[in-house]
């Protein structure tokens, strides 16, 4: 599987972005897929998830009720859409495939996508 992340760049706070991140390989039904994101110094977190079917969304408490995670398979795509940014939510975003069902597990995640750099200015 390949994952190629775009749609990062340099927000006000409030202001809303669109990641995506299209996926090549294999049958796009066949994973779930995840969204971390990454700060120097730090670990990669979890951010948000959906399950193969996108009928089931996980959630970092940080982003709930602010990112919208989505997957479109005519396109092989999964999106998260920011609304709402902080400065804090600055980070480098990565996309990642799982077989099998949706999980926060970082280390459950096969395939990575190369992280696209989103700043929130304060």
């Known amino acids: 599987v390949q994952l190629q992340a775009s749609g990062g760049g340099l927000v006000q706070a409030g202001g809303s972005l669109r990641l995506s991140c299209a996926a090549s390989g294999r049958t796009f039904s066949s994973y779930a897929m995840g969204w971390f994101r990454q700060t120097p110094g730090k670990e990669r977190e979890f951010v948000a998830a959906t399950s193969k079917s996108g009928g089931s969304t996980y959630y970092a408490d940080s982003v709930k009720g602010r990112f919208t995670v989505s997957r479109d398979s005519a396109k092989n795509t999964v999106y998260l859409q920011m609304n709402s940014l902080k400065p804090e939510d600055t980070a480098v975003y990565y996309c990642?495939?799982?077989?099998?069902?949706?999980?926060?597990?970082?280390?459950?995640?096969?395939?990575w996508g190369q992280g696209t750099l989103v700043t929130v200015s304060s």
């Open positions: 990642a495939v799982r077989y099998g069902g949706i999980s926060y597990d970082r280390s459950s995640y096969s395939y």
